[in-house]
């Protein structure tokens, strides 16, 4: 029967430790989350400035649904596209520096709107092989040739570049890469664009409100400034703590994106209340430096607290911490450890991390205090 061979393959995953569970939680987003009628203290969330529970975004929803109500009613080129819509683009564009900005529902559906809508068959895609899943179907979705360097590695990249006879060549990469924590090298990535009249699609879905001045992004950490060729994408379910995501660049590209790109047209525009929303946690961004001042702190601690033990933290300038433990059996061990303790730190297995690089990805929020990270580095040297 057609639905049996699904079961062997679920079978086949819980054997490979790699079936995915959920756990329902009875508390809002927060450092501190009530799983089972337990408090976990969580180090997994990607509410990196603890926005996620402000009071202000939540009293800018609750004034913004009087207004507005509660759904758009339609796609944003028909009649979704509301004023708290429109401001929230241009503040957006106006905050990394762009001419415009286009908002889209989620970072997934951004990135698969913009790869297909720049380049197609014909064309080839060059990608870090650290690239984020959505990234990785955008260019699928796109039917361009899939190129795929190793990770960092502009010598290959240039090669690939240099060897490629496609008509348009696009070089695609995280800007903050989601399981490691590192930074792309963006300058040098730019410079290879221009050598080569490539199109440099950067996803900082956890760089923006995080790195550069007042959380402008990646770029912004590099003081690097627009340019025509570069197509940046912000999300705003991490940092900014609501959700959504944006695509910032020159104005033709946006405007091209705005009539082509089918996962922004095909689709309900996202309620007008998180739009109001993200104009206020736009505002907390901006004048969040002690919140990235606070990150930092916690960073530093937890880097302190767990020198000269074996679990080794990658090296990283975000608040994304990973150490890799390499099985998917072992990880899941520490982190149900952890959990034993109290605390909540994802065992990140394959396909989100290459096969033997299984990993905790120790995340961390501006609503710590220095006493947590301090509890998670205890609980980790126990273990040991
Ligand atoms: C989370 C993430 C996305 C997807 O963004 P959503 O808004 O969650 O859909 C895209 N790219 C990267 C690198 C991410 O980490």
């Known amino acids: ?13 819980a ?20 799983v089972s009628g337990k408090s976990l ?6 509410d990196y400035l603890g926005l996620a529970s402000h009071p202000l975004i939540g009293q800018a929803i609750c004034d913004a649904v009087k207004r507005w109500g509660t759904g758009s009613g339609g796609s944003h080129v028909v009649n979704g596209h509301m004023l708290p819509h429109q401001q929230l ?24 709107g913009v790869v297909p809508t720049l380049v197609g068959r014909g064309d080839a895609v060059f990608a870090d092989r650290l690239n984020h899943a959505s990234l990785i179907d955008a260019v699928q979705l796109s039917r361009a040739e899939h190129r795929r360097y190793a990770h960092k590695d502009m010598a290959q990249l240039e090669k690939m570049l240099a060897a490629s006879d496609a008509k348009r060549k696009l070089i695609l990469t995280d800007a903050v890469f989601s399981m490691d924590g590192d930074i792309a090298p963006l300058k040098e990535l730019f410079d290879l664009a221009e050598r080569y009249d490539a199109w440099l699609v950067l996803d900082d879905a956890h760089g923006f409100g995080v790195l550069g001045l007042e959380g402008r ?9 627009f340019h025509p060729r570069m197509v940046y994408v912000g999300t705003l379910g991490k940092a900014a703590g609501v959700s959504g995501a944006f695509v910032a660049g020159a104005s033709t590209v946006i405007e091209y994106l705005m009539q082509r790109s089918r996962s922004y047209i095909f689709t309900t525009a ?8 993200l104009l206020t946690a736009l505002e907390l961004i901006k004048t969040g ?10 960073s530093q601690c937890l880097r302190d607290g767990l020198s000269g033990t074996a679990w080794q933290l990658l090296p990283s300038s975000t608040a994304i911490h990973p150490v890799v433990v390499g099985g998917n059996e072992a990880v899941l061990k520490v982190s149900k450890a952890l959990m034993d303790s109290g605390i909540w ?19 961390l929020s501006a609503s710590h205090t220095l006493d947590d990270v301090k509890r998670l580095t205890d609980a980790l040297r126990e273990i040991e």
């Open 41 to 46: 203290l969580a180090f997994c969330s990607n």
């Open 270 to 277: 996202s309620s007008p209340i998180i739009a109001s929303a």
């Open 89 to 112: 683009e241009e503040a957006l564009a106006d905050f990394v520096g762009a001419d415009r900005a286009l908002y889209y529902s989620t970072g997934y559906m951004a990135n698969i």
């Open 345 to 363: 730190v994802p065992a990140i297995r394959p396909p989100t991390v290459p096969q033997g690089a299984a990993r905790l990805r120790i995340s």
């Open 289 to 298: 430096e002690s919140r990235r001042k606070q990150l930092r702190a916690l």
């Open 217 to 225: 992004g990646s770029l912004s950490h590099f003081g690097m400034p």
């Open 1 to 13: 029967m057609i639905w049996t061979e699904l079961e062997s393959e679920l079978a086949a995953l």
């Open 15 to 34: 054997d490979k430790h790699l079936l995915r569970t959920r756990k329902t939680l009875e508390s809002g987003c927060n450092t501190h989350m009530m």
